[in-house]
């Protein structure tokens, strides 16, 4: 079943595994001049790339904007609807870094590939294609919500789409990341594994054995850092000695890449490439920098940052980049825009609905799923 | 049957396991080149090459996530830890991921994994390498927790703990390795999860005592014996799910019960032990229920002090004849 690169490849992993290549004497040594390393980062700056050159026909481009658009109106929506105390808990909004999931997802064979991130997981989950009532339903804590009310806002989850989680702990899933890229390379199936994570996790252990792992074992992953420059409160240079994360690669000696957020061409451009590699059991880091437009949380009134940094980033809103390039370029009109924000609009409301009719999950369902063992004896 | 050491019998249990289901593998540190820390996965990466037998980098949170991934992405892990002291190190990868992610994805994942290792003191090894986490690991609802106490059931208890699709915690002892015993040789031979084992049938008092305190518990029951009285010793096997019906059964003939336990015992299987036959067999104790555990403190490394720390037969003895008032 296997091909014949995958053989190869699976060689190079035995030469890692198992020891010194080919048995010979490895003898450490100091070289008498100074060492001078070269780095080269490829960039994928906002704006540089067309939709011809990306292959995407007027129909591509009315889907991703469309898509880009039911994150931003439904996360507004549950914005409203935690005001309303119809969602309760932790919600951390996506607004603004919608580029991120759906030039990511307009990137790999959905339900072929496997995704996993944080739990600012909303957007991602509509990029795969989780439709708007069973994310709405989850917020709600309702029986229909993609985690049957289990996960909330941060834990939504999609097997059919293999979406692996929204995760809550910070930097806690990325190795779990680097072992489902470990399966598709184990059953030689060719999926890889987009493991997402802010940049906040940088800080986080796990983060850099990931990386090593994923590198030393030649894993089909692609890390990608959404820099949206704070975690929290904290900017990043207030935490990081290095803040120019995609260099991190280098000490992994995987390649990396900066790409700009804030416009989905670049990031599909971008991602484009590096699942490739993946493909070729090449992992790789991408630093995405985005933003997000609201606090932290729904408690978090942001006063760490200035109302001019903020309304500097929407002016690059990803969303209003690709409706004028789409103007520009006769692509489309301002009706069929407004119409499809409309259709948009009446899609998140609906959602909205059938959250409120979906039932609470039944008492008894405490007790399920816990365990795969159908009997386990709880303790009373 | 065969007589076979410890470390040997997990080593067929892992061996039987993999040649049975492609999408088992065995990764930890030194399992492959080096055969293993304490030798269990001997000749195993000769046997099964580096695609299923992994070394790997001192990255215990690392490995164990990645394990825990490739449970998601519908692989068989067994993750080897080198001592369970340094599962701490992986601690969020186990109790948030390994025991979580099925019940906050509604059942859409399964996680069949084993975390498996040597467990509790081996010695003077000191505190960082000395603790018992059945305890611990037995805490979270999502894990399974077993500790075998000789090579026959820990081959069985292996075996079902790699077929089974939730995570198993699987606890090993340093000291145990060299074990000899009897071992059944067959592939099918399943010790099923939860289910404890009367180790020898007695009337007077019920010692309730699992992996290296089972042996504790015999050697009581042996001097017990010479004096007349006799005890029945229950090795639970499994920690979480607990077999507490066979205990409950034992105390109903007994009417007494002493619990040896390696763990600290604040908030520990042995204090979880007492109050649930308190709850379920309290008309039938003719005596408190007492425990010999190591002590409230971290362990030490003074020959005179983690002997005095550790839970001893002596203690055990003097703790079986007060609950029968014939001390
Ligand atoms: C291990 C851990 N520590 C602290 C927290 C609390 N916390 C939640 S989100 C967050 C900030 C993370 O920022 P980042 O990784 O940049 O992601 P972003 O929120 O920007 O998407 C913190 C500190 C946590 N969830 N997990
Ligand atoms: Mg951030």
């Known amino acids: 079943m296997a091909s014949k690169t995958r053989k190869k490849q699976q060689a190079t992993q035995v030469d890692q595994a198992a020891g010194q290549p080919n048995g010979q004497v490895v003898q450490l040594q100091v070289p008498s001049k100074p060492i001078h390393f070269e780095q080269t980062f490829e960039t994928y700056p906002a704006g540089a790339y067309t939709h011809e050159e990306l292959g995407l026909s007027r129909e591509d481009l009315l889907a991703i904007y469309r898509n880009m658009l039911l994150q931003r109106r439904f996360e507004e929506r549950a914005a409203q609807m935690y005001g309303k105390q119809k969602i309760a808990g ?25 995704v996993i991130t944080a739990y600012r997981d909303h957007g ?17 804590g309702k029986i229909d919500g993609c985690s049957r009310g289990k996960g909330g806002s941060m834990h939504f989850f999609k097997a059919e789409k293999k979406f692996f989680g929204g995760h809550g702990i910070v930097g806690g899933h990325v190795p779990l990341g680097v ?61 990081f000695a290095n803040t120019e994360f995609y260099r991190y690669a280098a000490n992994y000696n995987m390649p990396g890449a900066l790409v700009d957020g804030m416009d989905v061409f670049s990031v599909m451009k971008a991602l484009r490439k590096y699942v490739a590699l993946a493909r070729e059991y090449q992992p790789s880091v991408l630093e995405v920098r985005t933003y997000r437009y609201r606090g932290h949380s729904m ?82 | 049957m065969a007589i076979m050491q410890f470390r ?16 088992v593998f065995l990764i930890g540190e030194e399992v492959g080149q080096y055969d293993g820390a304490y030798k269990v996965s001997e000749g195993m990466l000769k046997r099964f090459g580096p695609k299923r037998v992994i070394d790997t980098p001192i990255s215990e949170a690392g490995f164990a996530g990645l394990g825990i991934g490739a449970a998601l992405n519908g692989l068989r892990p067994i993750v080897e830890f080198m001592t369970f002291n ?19 994805s509604g059942g859409q994942f399964k996680i069949p994994i084993v ?18 986490t059945e305890s611990v690991y037995s805490y979270f609802p999502g894990l399974k927790v077993v500790a075998p106490s000789n090579p026959d059931d820990a081959k069985g208890l292996l075996k079902s703990a790699i077929r089974d699709d939730d995570p198993v915690i699987f606890l090993e002892s340093e000291l145990m390795y ?30 309730v005592a699992h992996s290296k305190s089972y042996w504790i518990a015999l050697e009581v029951a042996d001097r017990l014996a010479e004096e007349g009285y006799s005890a029945e010793v229950i090795d639970p096997r499994t920690i979480r799910p607990f077999d507490f019906d066979t205990v409950v059964q034992s105390i109903k003939k007994t009417n007494r019960c002493v619990i040896i336990d390696e763990s600290n015992p604040f908030a520990s299987v042995s204090s979880e032990v007492a109050f649930q036959v308190q709850q379920r067999a309290f008309d039938y104790l003719d005596a408190p229920v007492l425990r010999v555990t190591a002590k409230d403190t971290p362990a030490p490394y003074a020959k005179n002090l983690i002997e005095y720390y550790m839970p001893s037969a002596d203690a055990a003895y003097e703790a079986c004849k007060k609950v029968m008032y014939v001390d």
């Open chain 1, 90 to 114: 932790f919600l951390h909004l996506y607004i603004g870094e919608e580029a991120v999931s759906t030039g990511a997802a307009w990137s790999i064979k959905i339900g072929h590939d496997s």
């Open chain 1, 124 to 140: 991602i989950a509509l990029a795969l294609g989780m439709t708007a009532n069973e994310c709405m339903a989850e917020l709600f």
């Open chain 1, 179 to 239: 072992g489902i890229a470990f399966a598709h390379k184990y059953k030689e199936d060719g999926g890889v594994c987009l493991t997402f994570f802010g940049d906040g996790a940088m800080g986080q252990g796990t983060v850099h054995e990931s990386m090593n792992l994923a590198a030393l074992y030649k894993l089909p992953v692609v890390f990608i850092i959404e820099n949206n420059q704070y975690a929290m409160g904290t900017a990043v240079w207030r935490a």
């Open chain 1, 299 to 380: 408690s978090d009134p942001a006063k760490y940052r200035t109302k001019e940094e903020l309304e500097a980033k929407k002016k690059e809103d990803p969303i209003i980049r690709l409706k004028s390039y789409m103007l520009q370029h006769g692509l489309s009109t301002n009706e069929e825009l407004d119409a499809i924000d409309a259709d948009v609009k009446k899609e998140v409301q609906a959602s909205v609905e059938f959250a409120e009719k979906s039932p609470l999950p039944p008492l008894e369902s405490i007790y399920e799923d816990v365990y795969a063992q159908p009997d386990y004896p709880f303790l009373a």
């Open chain 2, 8 to 23: 040997e019998a997990i080593r067929a249990a892992m061996i039987e396991e993999m040649e049975r289901d492609e999408r």
């Open chain 2, 86 to 104: 340094f599962s701490f190190v992986a601690f969020d990868q186990l109790v948030n991921n390994a025991a979580k992610i099925r019940y906050m």
């Open chain 2, 115 to 132: 975390f498996r290792g040597p467990n509790g003191a081996a010695g003077q090894l000191a505190a960082t390498h000395s603790t018992s």
């Open chain 2, 178 to 207: 060299s074990m000899r015993g009897e071992v059944n040789e067959d592939p099918e031979y399943l010790i099923p999860l939860g289910k404890a084992r009367i180790a020898r049938e007695g009337e007077d008092v019920t010692i």
